[in-house]
């Protein structure tokens, strides 16, 4: 297993609420990505970090913005849940250009 | 743009016959090539990459793909399929020297008993 964390795995939370989804590696890898992901359906990048204090909006326009203050720490913050952004989300991190990523776990989130 | 293209949404194969999930791409330059697969509720894991040399790459259980630049192609291969192979597997290509994976569209395999 890899050691990349996301906390919660599943969170039903109600509209207007603001959340934050953690993402932690204790892996040292520089470069850590955020993926929404429908039930079954394709992975849609929508933040990325290549090092601390270095963010980047990815090809899916997203509400939500992110952080990277600490190496090990990407966290996702939405300010004003909406239905429209149940999905599930996956982080990832990587090092290197031929080197593969790794996924966490996922968080499952409903906005009721 | 770099691209990647998983055609089948699902395969469905016997238990013990051999297994073909297709990808093809679209980069500039030699890309880096990799096979994801997702079990259910479940972050990606790493199955298997291309970088450069053998054409022929073998990867966790059991699984292979076989890199064809000509066909711009990097199906993903099993001699004799499980029904624990049954998952969502992804494509994905990294451009040498760019940063940004692109995933394919993801094929779900279904094994049958």
């Known amino acids: 297993e890899a050691d990349i964390y996301q906390t919660p795995r599943y969170l039903v939370i109600g509209t207007g609420k603001k959340i934050t989804l953690e993402c932690s590696q204790t892996?040292?890898?520089?470069?850590m990505y955020w993926y929404q992901q429908d039930p079954g359906m394709e992975l849609h990048l929508i933040h990325y970090?290549?090092?601390?204090?270095?963010?980047e909006k990815g090809d899916l326009s997203s509400e939500s913005t992110v952080s990277r203050i600490r190496t090990e720490h990407f966290p996702l913050t939405l300010e004003s849940a909406r239905p429209s952004h149940t999905s599930q989300y996956l982080c990832?991190?990587?090092?290197?250009?031929?080197?593969?990523?790794?996924f966490g776990q996922g968080t499952r989130l409903t906005v009721v | 743009a770099q691209s990647v293209a998983q055609p089948e949404d699902q395969v469905n194969v016997a238990e013990g016959n051999p297994l073909t999930v297709k990808c093809t791409y679209s980069?500039?330059?030699?890309?880096?090539l990799f096979w994801y697969v997702q079990y259910p509720n479940r972050g990606l894991q790493f199955l298997l990459k291309?970088?450069?040399?053998?054409?022929l790459v073998k990867g966790s259980y059991g699984f292979e793909a076989e890199f064809n630049k000509s066909q711009t192609s990097f199906h993903l291969k099993k001699p004799s399929a499980l029904v624990s192979d049954s998952a969502l597997y992804f494509c994905?290509?990294?451009?040498?020297?760019?940063?940004?994976?692109?995933f394919g569209t993801g094929t779900k395999l279904q094994v049958i008993p």
């Open positions: 994905a290509v990294r451009p040498g020297g760019y940063q940004k994976v692109t």
């Open positions: 980069v500039s330059g030699n890309p880096y």
């Open positions: 970090s290549y090092g601390v204090n270095s963010t």
């Open positions: 990832a991190s990587s090092v290197g250009q031929g080197v593969e990523a790794f």
């Open positions: 291309y970088i450069t040399g053998d054409n």
């Open positions: 892996m040292g890898h520089d470069k």
